[in-house]
């Protein structure tokens, strides 16, 4: 394993060294010293690469990932796996807002809470809170699924789309256009491989799902002034 220390290190150094791994011949375990709140760590990664931050991190922390497995021994700030395309990030502390915000693939594990507006626009992630999330979480998610094991805030899933929520715990209100449905077969399996691939011991039949009512797909006249 390579140890890269940001007490020395710049930032940029680091991304640069990190972003220039291609897999293969390269180094694949890396682990990151001293970050102190940096802000668009580990980003732009696009190789099987495995990075393991020791400590907290800001904003942006491995946005557009690809293929890499980015594990944060820490909270993160707003942003975390932006723009995710594929891959995998482990948070084991606590995530701000807009966690996994426009999200194409890949896997986010957020062992404790995280903040409003997680999963934003999310177009193929799966996201998986071990804790509770904040209000206007999955709003205009349109594709992926967003696992909650705590309990959820205001307006969950606003102006959804086809992604799908399950909520282990309490949900304060639902979001225009979203509503609770069946949970069949199989989502029950679904929701089983996404548990077991973030390692939470849960039972999927003591989750609700939540999605789309499909009354905003199309313009409606009784509706305009």
Known sequence: MSQIDLATTSL???????QAQKGGDNQTAWEILNPRGSH????????PIEVTVKGHTGYYCAGMNQQATVHVEGSVGPGVAENMMSGAVIVEGDASQYAGATGHGGLLVIKGNASSRCGISMKGIDIV??????HMS???AQAGNLVVCGDAGDALGDSLYEARLFVRGSVKSLGADCIEKEM???????LADLLDRAGVDAKPEEFRRYG???KL???DIDNAY
């Open 184 to 190: 069949r077969a199989e989502h029950l399996e679904l």
């Open 138 to 140: 999955a709003f205009m």
């Open 12 to 18: 940029r150094e680091l991304n640069e060294t990190l």
């Open 40 to 47: 668009a760590l580990a980003v732009g990664l696009d190789a």
């Open 129 to 134: 809170v071990q804790g509770n999330i904040g």
């Open 212 to 214: 789309s009512a499909r």
């Open 217 to 219: 797909y199309n313009f």
